[in-house]
């Protein structure tokens, strides 16, 4: 069975920075993708960033220049480091891999930016 899990989130305030990591664990035989999602109250859940397992990463482009998406192939771990976050990044992050040819989510994390 595999799964994933997701660091803690928290509180923090304008322009600081948080890093969140994602560890899949379980019988994994291959991780292709590996991503970022989040969702904000009263919205779509929307893709922060993946990255490839040849290390392809894309961002949205509200993130561009702000977060980095990284991975460690033999932790089985993505890593999201969020450099000065707006409030506007306030929501539950999911990460998401594609493990043995299929989607899984993790639990989800709450991270709150607010003076």
């Known amino acids: 069975q595999v799964q994933l899990v997701e660091s803690v989130g928290g509180l923090v305030q304008p322009g600081g920075s948080l890093r969140l990591s994602c560890a899949a664990s379980g019988s994994i035989f291959s991780i292709n993708a590996m991503a970022w999602y989040r969702q904000a109250p009263g919205k779509e859940r929307e893709l922060v960033a993946a990255?490839?397992?040849?290390?392809?990463?894309n961002y949205d482009d509200s993130v561009k220049g702000r977060f980095t998406i990284s991975r460690d192939n033999v932790r089985n771990t993505v890593y999201l480091q969020m450099n000065s976050l707006k409030p506007e990044d306030t929501a539950v992050y999911y990460c998401?891999?594609?493990?043995?040819?299929?989607?899984?989510w993790g639990q989800g994390t709450q991270v709150t930016v607010s003076s």
């Open positions: 998401n891999a594609d493990i043995n040819l299929m989607h899984y």
């Open positions: 990255i490839s397992r040849g290390y392809t990463r």
